[in-house]
């Protein structure tokens, strides 16, 4: 052990090889060699800007454990493995400017037999690549004891991280299944304790107004690329592939669905987002209590629930332990259509179409459908797989009032066994009624009519719909009534006492999605000073290979430690003398002045 020290590696041409897979030009097929002077001296980076040349790989001939650190210049996204691993890590720069170099941690691993491989096949050519170096510190016996009984631990295990994979297919190239891999790799020993990968047929289709795609205008290079990337796979083989992959990992592994994915809006309509159901079936649709269509298809309907839990049983036979219901997207998920305007009308000996959306009786109804809906998902779960096999989750908006506002009634989901896991995510969503709508004479009760009026007159919708907020007080209703929690710690009780009834584990999201390190802590500590015990990541594809933001976002399930926690080891800024044979330590030459 004492003749082991640390090994510098910065001449990446020498390094990595075959040889022929390099020049000094930037040709699509070769890596670019480009000299740089850092304060590890003269040394020369890999890039690959345009391209997709193959892989390479370095052997640095090393035995035993080491912590293991990447030197990655600035705006690069870096495909990177030890030849023992199963799959890719995808790594990102902090900073967007060649000129900077970051340290950045990759992992503690035994290199015994080890080389290092790095790929940009299965990234788009037009993202750039640029390595700069590798680092290996060597680690004591006491160092990798420690690391085994750290990345061991489960009282860590706090986060409930969402990896919504359409980014695979828009921003990567994949070859084969083992590619798909990577989506789990980028949560490895972390505090991540469940991931939830998006089953990407809820709004992917092969649909375009033309048969050639080459005949149409995509506003992203992604849009196109997933047109020719999607057909290429068997999606349960891709589901059953990164779910198994994760169980090897030790994670947890549910597959998320989107409630309301059924389309998108303008400018992103005429897409592959379009639902073949939503096409099929306009009587299905979703209606306002003035006979306006929703875009947005009903739970009113058996025929749409039929869908959803033929969709949730097709993705649980990916082996998950969890189907994840999105909610906190795709609102609405029952309005005024005819089942319920006549099943009110059976209840009440009205219609409800002059009542607000949370008028209690309508508001139970709506709750009860969709409640009524989640039992058919549980008996279908059981019926297959066996009596709760398949836990149920639902990732939904801030509060429990929040929620039941949009017909989901989590304390009888709760109740009722329906639902094992909560996600709560910074956002709300509700009637704001504050127009010249109201019937005179009659409290609260809605003048068709002249809600139809203040809707074209109102600019900005008749809709609250807001997220990714830290914190958002009570607000009055159109009646006065004070609605939702005071403050951050009167929604954790909320919450918490739903745990503390019926078992179902709560998780509360942090946005936005990328945020200093310090807002990161700061956030996730408020929660646990307030009485939090787990946290949810929405898209952590996005969060997770920015690996300086990753050393907080990724350990805020260090709940003793986290306060006093030193993420300074994880990343560091390199200093930078000369890139490309030009000096860059003073000025920026290169927009020529």
């Not at 508001?363 to 297959?384: P, Q, S, W, Y």
């Not at 952590?540 to 006093?564: C, F, Q």
Request: charged share 30%; proline share 4%; hydrophobic share 35%.
């Amino acid at each position: 052990m004492s003749e082991r020290k640390t090994e510098v590696f910065v001449k990446m041409g020498e390094a990595f090889g075959p040889a022929e897979y390099f020049s000094q030009y930037a040709l699509k097929d070769k890596w670019r060699v480009v000299p740089f002077e850092s304060e590890f001296g003269e040394g020369n980076l890999l890039m690959s800007a345009g391209g997709n040349p193959p892989d390479v790989s370095f052997n640095p001939e090393l035995t035993g454990w080491y912590k293991i650190f990447m030197i990655i210049p600035g705006g690069s996204r870096v495909n990177i493995k030890l030849s023992g691993d199963g799959a890719f890590l995808r790594v990102s720069g902090t900073y967007n400017s060649h000129r900077t170099f970051e340290k950045l941690y990759w992992k503690s691993a035994d290199m015994t037999g080890q080389s290092v491989i790095l790929s940009k096949k299965i990234d788009l050519p037009e993202h750039n690549t640029l390595f700069g170096g590798l680092i290996f510190e060597p680690m004591t016996d006491e160092e990798v004891d420690e690391w085994k009984k750290e990345d061991a631990r489960v009282d860590t295990k706090r986060i409930y991280a969402t990896d919504d994979m359409h980014n695979r297919v828009y921003f990567m190239k994949h070859e084969d299944y083992e590619d798909w891999k990577g989506a789990v790799e980028l949560y490895c020993h972390s505090d991540v304790e469940w991931l939830s990968i998006e089953e990407l047929r809820t709004f992917v289709s092969n649909r375009l107004p033309t048969d050639n795609i080459d005949d149409f205008c995509f506003p992203r290079a992604g849009d196109k690329l997933v047109q020719q990337q999607f057909p290429k796979f068997d999606y349960d083989k891709v589901l059953s592939t990164v779910v198994d992959y994760g169980h090897e990992k030790g994670l947890k592994m549910s597959v998320s669905y989107r409630m309301g994915a059924w389309g998108v809006s303008f400018p992103y309509d005429q897409f592959y987002f379009d639902s073949d159901i939503m096409q099929e079936h306009p009587e299905w649709r979703t209606y306002d209590r003035n006979g306006d269509e929703i875009f947005a298809l009903s739970y009113a309907y058996e025929g749409v629930q039929d869908y959803i839990i033929g969709e949730l049983l097709k993705v649980a036979r990916s082996g998950c332990d969890a189907v994840t219901l999105i909610a906190h997207r795709g609102i609405p998920y029952v309005l005024f259509e005819k089942p319920v305007a006549d099943k009110f009308y059976e209840l009440y000996g009205e219609y409800p179409y002059e009542l607000p959306l949370d008028e209690p009786r309508l508001n139970k109804l709506h709750c009860d459908i969709m409640t009524g809906f989640f039992r058919r998902v549980r008996e279908a779960l059981d019926a297959e797989f066996g009596k709760n096999k398949i836990e149920i989750h639902l990732r939904t908006l801030f509060s429990v009032h929040d929620t039941k506002v949009i017909a989901l009634d989590c304390e009888e989901l709760a109740r009722e066994g329906l639902i094992n896991a909560i996600i709560s995510f910074p956002q709300r969503h509700y009637e704001k009624l504050d127009g010249d709508i109201w019937q005179e004479g009659k409290e609260y009760r809605i003048d068709v009519d002249k809600y139809t009026a203040w809707i074209k007159e109102k600019m900005s919708g008749i809709t609250y719909h807001t997220g990714n907020f830290d914190c958002e007080p009570s607000y009055v209703n159109y009646d006065g009534k004070i609605c939702g929690p005071a403050d951050q710690k009167a929604r954790v009780a909320e919450w918490n006492a739903l745990e503390e009834k019926y078992g179902v584990k709560i998780y509360y999201e942090i946005m936005p999605r990328t945020m200093p390190n310090e807002e990161f802590r700061r956030r996730a500590l408020d929660l646990y000073d307030c009485g939090a015990e787990r946290f949810g990541l929405w898209d952590t594809y996005g969060r997770a290979p920015k690996r300086n933001m990753w050393s907080v976002a990724g350990h805020i399930g260090h709940k003793e430690e986290l306060r006093d926690f030193d993420y300074s080891p994880y990343s560091s800024v390199l200093r930078v003398a000369k890139v490309g044979g030009v000096d860059v330590s003073r000025y920026n030459p290169m927009w020529g002045g």
